[in-house]
């Protein structure tokens, strides 16, 4: 069965956006982008809700093509534009976007199909309401929370109104060198404890 792990970068207090979905608070820089491309190689697929699909995907297509493009930014450009995209929408349609396709309703059993296919990993970028879901349905397996050392305050929050105890394992932790911490966690299933 194919694995299906969150990749949510957050402020310390557990934000994933300014109010506004602003981004601009984050502390970016290569050494974080090459640290999500180590996390990609795993993966063939991203799920993404509407607004994280169409954040990624005014970018990303053509980043490799820029003058200033790093190599981390030219593997995670190659990497999105090979990619299957999910995306969980009920007011985008088929867009005609490659390798794309658009899940509007019965999110658990379309991914659980999904995950039975032959494949290599699926990553869920953000997309908090997504995220909700696929935990309430136990169908996440790992959690990558890159944490920055920032507060914001205020902001749209990761995981907000869980119905249900999730319990985790850490797996791993890697500190970059502006201080933003990388930690993996499996998720352990309802059987587990």
Not at 27 to 42: H, K, T
Not at 138 to 157: A, E, M, T, Y
Not at 171 to 191: E, F, H, Q
Request: charged fraction near 20%; hydrophobic fraction near 40%; include cysteine.
């Amino acid at each position: 069965m194919r694995q299906l792990d969150l990749v949510a970068q957050t402020s310390l207090d557990g934000f994933v956006a300014g109010l506004k979905g602003e981004f601009d608070n984050f502390i970016g820089g290569e050494e974080n982008l090459e640290f999500v491309c180590s996390i990609i190689d795993d993966a063939d697929t991203a799920l993404l809700g509407r607004i994280s699909y169409e954040l990624l995907n005014a970018d990303w297509p053509t980043a490799a093509n820029k003058p200033e493009a790093t190599k981390s930014m030219v593997n995670y450009s190659n990497w999105y534009n090979a990619a299957t995209k999910i995306v969980v929408s009920t007011t985008l349609h088929r867009d005609g976007a490659k390798n794309t396709i658009v899940i509007s309703d019965h999110l658990s059993q379309e991914i659980n199909k999904i995950k039975q296919q032959e494949g290599k990993g699926i990553l869920v970028f953000g997309s908090p309401s997504v995220v909700h879901s696929l935990l309430e349905s136990d169908l996440v397996d790992n959690i990558w929370i890159i944490v920055h050392p920032v507060i914001f305050g205020s902001g749209i929050p990761l995981f907000k109104n869980a119905q249900k105890l999730i319990k985790l394992e850490l797996i791993t932790s890697k500190k970059l060198s502006n201080g933003t911490l990388c930690n993996k966690y499996a998720v352990l299933k309802s059987n587990d404890f």
